[in-house]
């Protein structure tokens, strides 16, 4: 079992950029989460998706959006990127109702 | 004030010692609580999970949740320099929705 995967590991983009970051899903697992981590600080919760459609949002602007596959696997898709949205992102999955939600190693975004 | 708040420590103790980590959250309707460590350059994995009040046990780790006062600890009994990490409590106010809410993380050494 690969687990959550995620892509790219390491990203630099400019400000004013878009970005998109791509996360698997653990095997049999059909929601996925999506997480930013600032350094030094916990995850903060940016979106779920689940049967491909947004289930829940966090406190995240509209810059920022989201997209699930079929194959559950999903994209976070930042617009207009700020240096304040340098951070680790994180992507999780579980299945419904269930609390046991697995991590992805992340991709590290750097905005410069 | 921050829904979950936590001391980013660092925290260092020597092998073999007793850890004691430590959240408050701010609703009293909150029940749903866990604790995640999180290596250096690794996604959180989920540790302990409690429901309500009380105690939790697996192994060397005890999970603890004071609803009265809304302080939750985590116990690491014999300290192993493996258990350096990053440790997060986090709680899901809707009940098992995936939406978590993380406090900043308290950072442990343990020194052999």
Same mark, same amino acid.
């Given at each position: 079992?690969?687990?959550?995967? #995620? ?5 630099? /983009? ?9 996360? $698997?899903? /653990?095997?049999g697992?059909?929601?996925? $989460?999506?997480?930013? #981590? ?12 689940y049967e491909?459609?947004?289930r #829940? ?13 079929p ?14 949205? $340098? ?26 | ?15 073999? *010692? ?10 009293? *309707?909150f029940?749903? !609580? =866990? ?11 989920? %540790? =302990? ?11 060397? +780790?005890?999970?603890?949740?004071d ?6 600890? %985590? +116990?690491?009994? @014999?300290?192993?320099?493996? @258990?350096? *990490?990053?440790? %997060?409590? *986090? ?6 929705t995936?939406?978590?809410? !993380? ?10």
């Amino acid at each position: 079992d690969a687990g959550v995967t #995620q892509s790219p590991t390491h990203l630099i /983009k400019t400000r004013g950029q878009q970005v998109t970051l791509r996360c $698997s899903p /653990k095997s049999g697992h059909d929601t996925v $989460s999506w997480y930013q #981590q600032a350094l030094g600080q916990g995850p903060q919760f940016i979106f779920q998706y689940y049967e491909e459609e947004e289930r #829940q949002r966090g406190n995240f602007p509209d810059r920022f959006s989201g997209h699930q596959f079929p194959n559950y696997s999903s994209e976070l898709n930042v617009n207009a990127l700020l240096l304040g949205d $340098s951070a680790l992102y994180l992507c999780a999955s579980s299945l419904p109702g269930s609390y046991e939600q697995y991590f992805g190693p992340g991709t590290r975004l750097t905005v410069t | 004030q921050k829904e979950v708040e936590q001391d980013p420590g660092p925290l260092s103790v020597p092998e073999g *010692a007793i850890v004691s980590l430590n959240c408050t959250y701010s609703n009293s *309707a909150f029940q749903y !609580f =866990m604790w995640y460590r999180q290596y250096s350059r690794k996604g959180p994995e989920l %540790l =302990m999970y409690t429901y309500s009040s009380g105690n939790k046990e697996d192994g060397r +780790f005890t999970a603890q949740v004071d609803k009265s006062s809304k302080y939750i600890s %985590l +116990f690491i009994r @014999d300290s192993q320099p493996s @258990d350096s *990490a990053t440790y %997060l409590c *986090a709680t899901d106010p809707s009940g098992n929705t995936g939406k978590l809410i !993380f406090g900043q993380g308290t950072t442990l050494q343990v020194k052999p």
